[in-house]
């Protein structure tokens, strides 16, 4: 059984699992692999948080010897993967609320804790469940240090309620509430948002990573670390929303690419507070590259073209690059990323 | 064991004897002291095992007990007032997850303005969230009803509000009877969770449910809920045999199966009721009371059997449905209807207003003599609300009511009696 390979990725940088050792292959490779999301569910097509999710728990249930059990927010995750009487969920799995997915982790915690027992907790949620309406209840969760890996997926907007902004909505992106109208508009206001990794950082936990879908081995890597440690952890993860973004389902993968490549999403970890780690970049692209594919930045192109919006944005990427120094060797060495 | 204690100490000690193993902590007054109580018992050991867990809101205070109580730990917390209504999205979250918390309520009133003294219109705003809610008239009560609501909750999968009048119970020194922990545990069996989050038999739970079946879910939630008017006299009754003492039941009539006037409330205020009822009872009035300690489900059968031969139904409660009247009240017509009796409002100790012996006398005259209103607000000072009626009237821009009030005649409290 060890032997074989289920599944192998190709058409990213990652190296097909046919070339590597066994002890470095994927969690999705194995035939061991839990399958914890199932097949069948009702994401949209090339859903950026439904592959983010899979890759996520199913190396979680391995680094957890399949002990583990799940909290979920109110969200995309939640509506399409438990329609009742259907659920897709193959660990122990809880949903309660929109806002206190951190919170009812902890309880989860404490349970285990009082009763003995190994059982690690998962949570996860949208950005919105969140950076937004669930921020205060992860906060305290950070500030408890609860045995609690908290998993973010990003897809920059309320998708699941019709594409409203959220807190980690990038500037100049086209939402149902951000609304490019006339000459003064473009989109969602600079200057806004927060990045919660860096709160994260700031509540000096164990363990705060951010990682792609671009980039499925460092996904796991990271949550396989992020398992093999106790306290509150928090991983968030850039998941495309092609629905939200105005993208074809099939470039998912190449957006959450062109993220990172461009600089707007950095890759990095940190450790108590300071930052351990970044996943450098080969060669910057621009973030116009990255902006052209999706609808939702449309209104940047059209004549006349917004050429200083997009400078805004170059610099945002640009001041990523120099802040988490992406275009230094890479210091991340959680397997399977750098060759 | 016999103890002069604090209200708040007395039901922290009771909490101790039934072994929560997950107890969630944040601060709102009059609620304060039952966290703090239970704090320094775990910390010396007392409640053990137990997590005793220091939240950052009401909202995550409940989280945190749903969270553990889904993952199969007995699971306590308790708020008041804004707390409550803070909470209120997880309040019917738990009820609707069928998980067995029990809370109490330190009952006190909700601002604007701010006040932080008894009334009712905290735990009865969530009188339809799917909790089984229970009121305590004395310290006693409120120690033996939360023994019995964790084994109510946990036979039903159903959570339970303790509801408990803040400042007058909560940091009143009563005699109470705290009971020894052998009794308890013979009493309250070990938490045996209906469903549960468990890696080696997964469930999902809380799942989405559409129109195909969200009706058949409320209506079985409902239908739980109603299984509790039967199973509540039964505990009592194992309670009484156990423990000695008559406590909770449905509803406690006194000097009522004779009564032309009987009055109708929640709580406290049923032990100044009963010391009027006496001394009227002595000078020859028909009159008796009925403390309903059930409040959801609403025992109906037993409100009305209790209240079939009366003349008149007086209901003093401490809330206000605003634009309707009252609450309790409400409950009570429609334990009634057919039966054509007059049921009369009283609205009465907002916002900690003391209700006084005096006040109870005179309005108890004047529903002996047939001279109540459909809806009184005892002991309102009338010259107050008509001087800022006549200054809305008069067409002015007038600023918020309290702060008009205050500037007019100076400080309410400093005018009671």
């Known amino acids: ?339 | 064991m016999l103890k002069q204690i604090e209200g708040s100490q007395a039901i922290a000690e009771a909490i101790g004897l039934c072994r929560p193993e997950v107890i969630c902590a944040y601060p709102i007054t009059p609620q304060t002291h039952i966290v703090e109580g239970l704090g320094q018992m775990v910390d010396r050991g007392e409640i053990s095992p137990c997590e005793f867990i220091n939240v950052e809101s009401e909202f995550a205070a409940l989280s945190v007990a749903i969270g553990a109580s889904a993952a199969g730990a007995r699971a306590y917390t308790a708020t008041a007032s804004q707390g409550l209504l803070f909470m209120a999205e997880a309040v019917y979250n738990a009820s609707g997850l069928g998980l067995p918390i029990v809370m109490t309520i330190g009952n006190r009133a909700i601002g604007a303005p701010i006040n932080i003294w008894n009334d009712h219109q905290d735990s009865l705003s969530m009188r339809d969230s799917g909790w089984i809610q229970l009121y305590a008239e004395t310290n006693q009560e409120a120690v033996d009803l939360h023994i019995q609501a964790f084994r109510l909750a946990e036979e039903l999968s159903v959570p339970v509000m303790v509801c408990v009048d803040g400042f007058i119970l909560t940091h009143a020194y009563e005699r109470v009877d705290i009971p020894e922990q052998a009794q308890v545990d013979a009493f309250l069996p070990p938490f045996e969770p209906r469903q549960i989050l468990d890696p080696i038999h997964p469930v999902t739970i809380g799942a989405m449910v559409g129109p195909e079946a969200f009706m058949e879910v409320r209506y079985l939630a409902h239908y739980k809920q109603m299984q509790a008017l039967g199973l509540i006299p039964e505990l009592a009754e194992a309670f009484q045999e156990q423990f000695g003492r008559d406590s909770g039941d449905l509803i406690k009539p006194y000097r009522s199966e004779d009564a032309d006037t009987i009055v109708v409330a929640l709580g406290s205020v049923n032990g100044t009721i009963k010391d009027v009822v006496d001394e009227l009872r002595d000078a020859g009035m028909s009159i008796g009371s009925l403390a309903i300690s059930t409040y959801r489900p609403f025992p109906h059968k037993a409100v009305r059997s209790a209240l079939e031969h009366v003349k008149r139904i007086v209901v003093v409660e401490k809330s206000l449905a605003i634009g309707i009247g009252g609450i309790v009240a409400t409950d009570v017509q429609m334990a009634v209807a057919g039966l054509h009796k007059p049921v009369h409002t009283v609205v009465a100790g907002l916002g900690g207003r003391p209700i006084t012996r005096d006040s109870l006398r005179k309005l108890f005259h004047r529903a002996d003599s047939g001279h109540l209103e459909r809806l009184e607000f005892l002991d309102l000072k009338h010259d107050v609300v008509h001087e800022e009626i006549a200054r809305m009237e008069a067409g002015r821009r007038s600023g918020p009511i309290a702060e008009n009030i205050l500037h007019s005649v100076g400080t309410v409290a400093s005018q009671i009696r």
């Open chain 1, 1 to 339: 059984m060890e032997t074989t390979i289920k599944f192998y990725q190709t058409d990213t940088f990652t190296v097909g699992n046919r070339l590597l050792s066994e002890s470095e292959r994927s969690v999705q490779a194995g035939m061991q692999r839990t399958n914890a999301l199932n097949s069948g569910h009702r994401a949209c097509q090339g859903c950026g948080e439904a592959l983010g999710a899979r890759f996520a728990v199913d190396a979680a249930m391995r680094a957890a010897g399949n002990d583990l059990i799940a909290c979920n927010a109110t969200g995309c995750l939640e509506v399409f993967s438990t329609p009742y009487p259907e659920s897709s969920w193959q660990l122990p799995w809880i949903h309660s609320l929109f806002g206190n997915t951190a919170a009812v982790a902890t309880g989860v915690a404490a349970a285990q804790r009082v009763k003995g027992t190994k059982t690690r907790v998962l949570a996860q949620g949208g950005d919105g469940g969140t950076t937004d309406i669930g921020f205060g209840c992860l906060s305290g969760m950070f500030e408890r240090n609860d045995d609690v890996l908290y998993i973010c997926y990003d897809n920059e907007a309320y998708m699941n309620t019709g594409v409203q902004r959220s807190s980690a909505t990038p500037p100049a992106a086209r939402t149902a509430t951000t609304v490019p109208v006339g000459q003064h508009s473009n989109g969602n206001v600079f200057g806004k948002g927060k990045s919660v990794p860096l709160i994260a950082m700031a509540h000096e936990i164990p363990y705060v990573a951010t990682a792609s879908v671009a980039d499925l081995r460092d996904l796991e890597a990271k949550v396989t670390k992020a398992m093999s440690i106790h306290g509150a952890r928090y991983i968030h993860i850039h998941v495309p929303c092609p629905l939200g973004w105005g993208a074809d389902p099939a470039h998912t993968i190449k957006l959450a690419r062109l993220a990172i490549e461009s600089g707007l999403f950095p890759v990095f970890e940190a450790e108590h507070g300071e930052i351990t780690g970044h996943r450098a970049i080969r060669e910057q692209v621009p973030v116009e590259d990255y902006l052209k594919l999706q609808k939702r930045f449309a209104h940047l192109f059209r004549n006349p073209k917004q050429v200083a919006v997009i400078a805004q944005l170059q610099a945002i990427a640009d001041r990523n690059i120099r802040r988490f120094k992406l275009l230094e060797k890479s210091s991340l060495n959680t397997g399977g990323t750098a060759v």
